[in-house]
């Protein structure tokens, strides 16, 4: 079973940067569209950017321009967040798109203003 580690997290101020981590336990991110999620208390899991195996990205409206999702193997994906905002604040999570793995923990980002 494919185990997913998310990493990465922290509080930072209103217009800071984050950059998450998610590692695999297996290569699957080649073969797989991978993408970030992230849930706020009170919220549903929503996706935010996404990565398909050929290169092609895809971002939330609130995202755009602000996440960069990439890949540098098969098995580690990360998420580049920039210019933070408090909305950002949530527990982001790393999984498929389609035909999910067991979540893994999730790395929690908290954006002050």
């Known amino acids: 079973q494919v185990q997913l580690v998310e990493s990465g997290g922290g509080l930072v101020q209103a217009g800071g940067s984050l950059r998450l981590s998610c590692a695999a336990s297996l290569s699957i991110f080649h073969i797989n569209t991978m993408g970030w999620y992230r849930q706020a208390p009170g919220n549903q899991r929503e996706l935010v950017a996404s990565?398909?195996?050929?290169?092609?990205t895809n971002y939330a409206a609130s995202v755009k321009g602000r996440f960069t999702i990439s890949r540098d193997n098969a098995r580690k994906v990360y998420l580049q967040m920039d210019d933070l905002k408090p909305e950002d604040t949530a527990v982001y999570y790393c999984n498929k798109l389609t035909t999910w793995l067991p979540w893994g923990q999730g790395t929690q980002v908290t954006v002050s203003s």
């Open positions: 990565l398909t195996p050929r290169g092609d």
